[in-house]
């Protein structure tokens, strides 16, 4: 990875609000929009769904560091969909022992509503060892039930909404990745490109003082897409593992 190019024709700005600009770009896109950034906001990924929604084609590069993993406006659930498989064989006994189950409890019932009367009626207490029936068949009723929980029905696998890669940050401790993605570039329908210190969050895009340069110089767009591409295919850098992560993301119950 790496990429030198001299001479392009660019805008500069430097100031708050360096992503109005690439912000309007983004959402004129008419083809596709590239995006690398270490760091990531909820709505601004919502405006990613949004273009992918309209038949963008949208790639994204960013870090584990996303905000919204651990808060409360969890988008990156859109980007990883989990998918429920049946198990269909494991359905069909659980469906079986739940009906058992359920003749087990009904029988319980019917036995003991029958057994008390008649030991009063009767004045028999000889009939009461009919409970020990009662008290074998719960056993058995709980050992099914416990069987039941058991029986994995559903497996889970997950893929993305759209082509991302998250790579593992150096700051998380994975002692691989010595190398942290910290570029922010941003190609839009592959005609104009933007670079400079603005991440794709709501800070970067409005708040902070950033810098940015502007191109659409042809040679210099098509140099990035090349070293975006090379980072996106060849980085060699540690992902996160999209079946595992979804698996963090999402309930799995397993009937």
Request: hydrophobic fraction near 40%.
């Amino acid at each position: 990875m790496g990429t030198f190019y001299n001479n392009a024709v660019c805008d500069i700005y430097i100031g708050k609000g360096a992503g109005a600009k690439l912000m309007q770009d983004i959402r004129n896109a008419k083809r596709n929009v590239k995006i690398v950034s270490p760091y990531l906001s909820p709505f601004l990924i919502k405006e990613l769904i949004y273009l992918h929604s309209k038949g963008i084609n949208i790639r994204l590069v960013t870090s584990d560091e996303i905000e919204d993993f651990y808060g409360y406006d969890k988008n990156i659930h859109k980007l990883i969909i989990q998918n429920k498989h049946i198990d269909e064989k494991a359905k069909e006994t659980r469906d079986n022992l739940v009906s058992l189950s359920g003749t087990l409890l009904f029988a319980m019932i019917g036995l003991g509503v029958v057994l008390i009367p008649l030991i009063y009626l009767f004045n028999n207490f000889t009939l009461v060892y009919g409970f020990i029936i009662i008290a074998v068949m719960f056993f058995v009723r709980d050992f099914i039930v416990k069987k039941i929980k058991k029986t994995k029905v559903y497996h889970y696998t997950y893929k993305q909404l759209f082509p991302f890669k998250v790579f593992v940050s150096p700051n998380s401790g994975n002692s691989f990745n010595t190398t942290f993605i910290h570029s922010k570039i941003y190609i839009i329908d592959d005609e104009i490109a933007y670079m400079g210190s603005l991440n794709f969050t709501g800070s970067g895009v409005k708040e902070n003082h950033e810098t940015r340069i502007r191109t659409s110089d042809p040679n210099a767009v098509a140099k990035i897409i090349e070293e975006v591409k090379e980072v996106f295919y060849n980085s060699n850098l540690a992902e996160r593992d999209i079946q595992f992560w979804g698996s963090q993301l999402y309930e799995e119950p397993v009937n």
